[in-house]
């Protein structure tokens, strides 16, 4: 992993590792540790797998779509806190009170996601619960949203039931069709966290 955050360590307990984050702290507060749990989390899971680059910096904007993972925004908001701020859709499920660098969006309607100023655009998106159906078109929908050189990080769920067209094969193919700037940077395997589940990591050049 590329190690661009302080606020990340992994420590060895026994020949095992184990991943945190550090929590922020008020003056005068002991240091405390996150856990990340990959069975929880499938970014963490990703982590464990193997993630060549961690692109969550602190003051990072990023939108996470999908099925929001509470320990994984809970890791990410001790990354970004208190300079970044994290989009979420307006589904979630997440329980904001109280989260102050943390703001619910209408994708559809939502200025933040609708203008595409530069000042509007994400560092990071990081979307779960996505099967290969219409992959292309999820994929070019995100990359409007995204600055240049941010990341888009998919978890692809069920591949065990792809169709014939490999998700590889989708991805290399919206180059070549609609000229988009992504570039596939990864593929992890988390299986042996979430079963028939992957990630893939793309950035925009």
């Not at 005068?28 to 970014?43: A, C, E, M, T, Y």
């Not at 910096?57 to 939108?63: G, L």
């Not at 990354?79 to 009170?97: F, R």
Request: hydrophobic letters at 35%; aromatic letters at 10%.
């Amino acid at each position: 992993m590329n190690k661009n955050n302080s606020k990340i360590m992994w420590k060895n307990y026994n020949g095992r590792k184990k991943l945190f984050t550090i929590v922020p702290k008020s003056k005068g507060d002991i240091v405390q540790h996150r856990n990340w749990n990959p069975f929880s989390s499938k970014l963490g899971a990703a982590l464990f797998n193997g993630l060549e680059i961690f692109p969550f910096k602190y003051n990072s904007k990023i939108f996470y779509f999908g099925k929001t993972s509470n320990s994984t925004l809970d890791h990410l908001l001790d990354i970004i806190c208190p300079d970044g701020m994290i989009y979420l859709q307006e589904d979630s499920n997440i329980e904001i009170k109280n989260l102050k660098n943390v703001v619910i969006v209408d994708n559809k309607q939502d200025n933040t996601l609708s203008n595409n100023d530069s000042k509007n655009l994400f560092d990071v998106i990081y979307s779960d619960n996505i099967t290969d159906e219409n992959l292309q078109k999820q994929i070019l929908n995100y990359e409007i949203y995204l600055k240049n050189l941010g990341f888009l990080i998919i978890t692809l769920n069920k591949i065990g039931k792809m169709n014939d067209i490999s998700f590889r094969d989708q991805i290399n193919n919206i180059r070549i069709n609609s000229n988009s700037s992504l570039t596939l940077i990864q593929e992890i395997n988390l299986s042996n966290f979430f079963k028939d589940s992957m990630m893939i990591i793309l950035q925009k050049n």
